[in-house]
Structures are given as structure tokens and as C-alpha cells.
């Protein structure tokens, strides 16, 4: 365990071996075998040997919840979930498994469920950093910005020196509409960790809403020098571009040709999703993605377009985004077909959603705003014209 503390994870793996050859029935070490052998790359390995260890001592809590960190590092995020709830069960004041179901189930999209975890870990732990700034991640997914940001404030309160929680106290204001109280704490986050990649990304989110173009983009490229993969702060360097007058058209298509060579190419070649039914006289299945299923702009753009399609050739899916779903929502999801909410959902867990869905046409809406502050529509990820015109 010394060696295991320090690190030297080859020296602790050959002692608890030799541990586990002598005596095969030993549940500390079988279990502390699999810790290393996920700390070493081998997940599968290592939920066989806490599975060992929990045949042997069922009541074993650490096994459990260790067992729940090798799932959910795999992804199987149900399991891993389950996993700490058997802990809990054995050590209900264990404030850190708390924490960690929380962070489970904010990932299974439960947000709600998610925010009585991490409540249930503050109510044992109040100065529990960590699950201070993992309700705020919930309340802001759940759209709840006052809460949110009073959350990430409790956390800076006790770790005022973390670049993460600045950097989310400022998503949380920008979510506020407190754009100068963001673009501060992004400012912040950086002063600690300059190489923030994500905290130059958000600067110039607050920097280009604020007005101040030529300061966004440089924020933008400063993210991208230093994650270069950054596929959304790339998006949002040539979102900000369209607005800016010394960007030129040129300029702005070579951007564009990058990021499809960075980011759309290599996802393609790995898109698997594509193979639909061929049949011609079968009806054609239409997804719209938007955050603004709801009162809004777009909601009067897209009600027409919805209600107009001719339900004999199209079958329509909407992807909500609605944290806080009204009339209007209740209206829109009354037209559809079918009506998935993606709130808390990852952007992956969307993705797949949509394949099982089999959709052929994916549109994404929402409103942007051009230089004047005059709304109107953005159109993106349109693949084949929406509407079948008669012959």
C-alpha cells in the first residue's frame, strides 16, 4: 500500500500478487490488485478482481465505489451508478461516494438526481469544495444560473485558488447575462493557469458579446495554440469572424476548410451511423436540434416549418434543449412526432440518441444576433433540402 500511495504501481501489483498467490481468498488485496491494474490501463482485468473481491466480502464498501470509478471511467454509466449506491448503502455518510454518484448521474443527464447527491455530500462534508462546484455544474444544466453561481462562489470560498471553479463562476454569470462579471473570472482563472485552454475559449465568448471582436478572436487563437483539437473554440473563432468587419471572406473559408479538415474529416471516417434504409417510397425521418423550443424568436420561425410538413413523407423529431419548458414548448412538442429533451444530456449521449433514431435530415436552429443586434436565424447542419416539391 506504501508503494501503491508513492505511485510505483509495478512494485505494489507484484506484492499484492504474491499477496493473492498465498492466500487466493483475500479481499483487501484483490481488490487493491484491480485499483492498479485500472490505475495501469487494464479496466477489464480490474472489475474482475473487485468483483472477486465482493464475492468474497459482499459488504466491502470501497470496492464498491471503486467498482463504480472503473465503470463509469468505461462508460457504463448505469453500473456504475449502481455500484454506489451498494456503497451508500453500506456507508451512508460516505460524503465523497455522495459526490461521485452525483457526478454519475449528471452524466446519465438525471441533473435533478444529481443535485440531491451532491446536497446529500454537503449535508455530511458543508465545506466539501469539490461538491460545492458539482451542484453548481447541475444547477447550471439545469438552467438554474442564481443557484448555480452562488454554488461556484461557496467553492471559491474554499478553494479560492482553483482555475476550474473561476472559470465556471464565469459560465455561470454569462449565463446571467453579467458579462463584465464573467469576462473577471475568466480573467481570473487564467492568472492562475494561463495554459487554461477552456478559460481563453469562454474570455473570448464574454469578449465577442460584449462587442470587442479583435480582443474574442485573440482569446480564441490562444485557445486553439494551446489545445489545437479545440473543436468548439475553433467553431467559435469563425463564428466570430462573420461578425468581424477585418475579417475577410477569404480569410474566413480558409478557417472553415481547417476545421473540416481538423474535426469533421477524421469524425467522418469513423461515422458508422449513415446506413438507413434505402427504400425510396418509405418517409423520410427529420430531426430539428435547438435550445429554443420554447417563448422565443425561433420557436415562430420553426412552428410553420414543423406543422407544414406533409406527415405522409416526413416523420418529425425534435432534440429540445428547453431547460425550462413552457406553453409554447408544450405547443411545439404537440406537432412533432417525436420529442426527445437533451437537457443534461452529453453531447455524445445527443449523438447517439439521434442514430438510434435513425434520422436522414438533421437541421440545428437557434438565434444569433448580427452586428446591428437585429435577430435572425441560423440554419447549420442542414444535409439535404427540407421539403419535397411536387412534380
Known amino acids: 500500500m506504501q ?13 499484492y500478487r ?15 490488485l484491480g485499483v492498479v491494474a485500472h490505475q495501469m490501463g487494464n479496466s477489464e482485468n480490474s472489475i474482475e478482481l473487485i468483483l472477486k473481491a465482493l464475492a468474497i466480502k459482499p459488504d466491502y464498501a470501497d470496492a464498491h465505489s471503486n467498482l463504480a470509478i472503473v465503470f463509469k471511467d468505461k462508460g457504463r454509466l448505469n453500473e456504475a451508478a449502481a455500484s454506489h449506491r451498494a456503497a451508500l448503502a453500506i456507508t451512508p455518510d460516505a460524503a465523497d461516494v455522495h459526490n461521485n454518484l452525483g457526478a454519475v448521474l449528471h452524466d446519465l443527464g438525471k441533473l435533478d438526481e444529481a443535485v440531491a447527491s451532491f446536497r446529500a455530500a454537503l449535508a455530511i462534508t458543508p465545506d466539501y469544495a469539490a461538491a460545492h462546484n458539482n451542484l453548481g455544474n447541475a444547477f447550471r444544466g439545469l438552467g438554474r444560473m442564481d ?3 452562488a454554488s461556484y462562489q461557496a467553492a471559491l470560498a474554499i478553494s479560492p485558488q482553483s482555475a476550474d471553479m473561476h ?12 458579462l463584465d462579471e464573467a469576462a473577471a473570472r475568466y480573467r481570473a482563472a487564467l492568472a492562475i493557469t494561463p495554459g487554461h485552454a477552456e478559460a ?18 485573440v482569446s480564441y487563437r490562444q485557445a486553439l495554440a494551446l489545445k489545437p483539437g479545440y473543436a468548439k473554440a475553433h467553431s467559435n473563432l469563425i463564428f466570430c469572424m462573420n461578425y468581424d468587419e477585418h475579417s475577410a471572406q477569404a480569410d474566413i473559408f480558409t478557417e472553415s476548410r481547417r476545421w473540416e479538415a481538423a474535426h469533421a474529416v477524421p469524425r467522418a471516417a469513423r461515422d458508422t451511423h ?36 406533409d406527415r405522409r413523407q416526413f416523420e418529425i423529431f425534435c432534440y ?24 443534461g444530456m452529453t453531447t455524445p449521449a445527443v449523438a447517439a ?19 446591428e443586434g437585429f435577430p435572425f436565424v441560423a440554419n447549420r447542419d442542414s444535409r439535404w433540402p427540407l421539403v419535397r416539391r411536387p412534380a
Open 3 to 15: 508503494h501503491h500511495a508513492a505511485g510505483r504501481l509495478p512494485e505494489a501489483e507484484r506484492i
Open 167 to 178: 472559470n465556471n463562476l464565469g459560465l455561470a454569470f454569462h449565463g446571467q447575462g453579467r
Open 353 to 371: 440518441r439521434i442514430r438510434d433514431d435513425k434520422i436522414d435530415i438533421l437541421e440545428r436552429y437557434r438565434l444569433v444576433r448580427n452586428h
Open 147 to 149: 443557484e448555480a453561481a
Open 320 to 343: 429540445a434543449e428547453a431547460a425550462h419548458p413552457d406553453i409554447e414548448t408544450r405547443r411545439l412538442r404537440g406537432l412533432a412526432d417525436a420529442w426527445r429533451s437533451t437537457v
Open 274 to 309: 449513415r446506413r438507413h434504409d434505402r427504400n425510396a417510397e418509405r418517409r423520410l425521418r427529420i430531426g430539428y436540434v435547438s435550445p429554443d423550443f420554447r417563448s422565443h424568436s425561433v420557436s415562430h420561425f420553426l412552428d410553420p416549418l414543423i406543422a407544414g410538413h
Open 200 to 217: 481563453h475559449s469562454n474570455l473570448g465568448a464574454a469578449l465577442q458579446d460584449l462587442g470587442f471582436l479583435d480582443e474574442a478572436l
Open 18 to 32: 504474491r499477496i493473492v498467490q498465498v492466500d487466493p481468498g483475500q479481499p483487501v488485496a484483490l481488490h487493491l
